[in-house]
């Protein structure tokens, strides 16, 4: 099973300084249906305008991924950390037993990142964080994860749940496959670019909700960037 599930149908608003689109309920948006996917409970593409951001804000027992699509990100938490998170490289959060930070865009242009926010296994923990660059050629014509809770991950960032994120670049004609398991519940999301996931057409920033699919296979009609979570079922 694969829903596709429009960019122009997505909850959101303009605030002005934020143009955010949320794939799940989140905020005002509120839409029974669409409460989580797994344990995957929030993907919001987010456009920050310049010299804005989000002010420091508390955070608990959740993990916090930040792909960013275009600009950069800084970041500052209640922990000292500090970091500027440029486009293509994504940073994590483990919100645990609770943290203060902030996410601002110091950049002269529009920052467009995804957050996406992933139900831990366990309750509780140390907060922390951690950012990482991923050259986009390292993952030219194949995912590879970027942050992940699975065996195997060594090189993504670490988080504390039963799912990876994953990114992929393909240009106009190549295929990527990759296998999930009929047991587990993925999302993808365009980040730019036409493609087809097991014949199903998604353009840039539609979402794919699967389930049911041993894997999936993602042929590009032009050139694209793939971001991908493979999550377990929600506890």
Known sequence: MIERRPFSGLGGADHGW??????????????PGRMNWGALRVW?????????????????????????REGAISHRDSLGNEGRTEA????????????????YNHE????????????????????????????KGDRSGQFVALASGLEGDGD??????????????????????????????AYLVPARGRVEVNGVALQAGDGAAI?????IR???????ELVLVDAAAAD
């Open 211 to 215: 389930r049911d699919e041993d894997g």
């Open 44 to 68: 919001n593409d987010d456009a920050i305008a310049p010299g804005t951001g989000f002010p420091p804000h508390p955070h608990a027992d959740m993990e916090i991924v930040t792909y960013v």
């Open 156 to 185: 993504a960032l670490p988080i504390r749940a039963d799912a990876r994120v994953l990114g992929a670049t393909l240009k106009a004609g190549e295929t990527a496959e990759y296998r999930c398991g009929a047991d587990r519940y």
């Open 218 to 224: 993602v042929t590009a009609r032009e050139d694209a």
């Open 18 to 31: 934020l143009d955010t689109r949320h794939h799940f309920s989140f905020a005002d948006y509120h839409d």
């Open 88 to 103: 293509g490289d994504v940073q994590v959060m483990s919100a645990g037993t609770g943290i203060r930070h902030s996410e």
């Open 108 to 135: 002269p242009g529009v920052t467009r990142i995804f957050q996406i926010w992933i139900i831990p296994k366990r309750r509780g923990g140390t907060p922390s964080w951690g950012s990482k660059p991923f050259p």
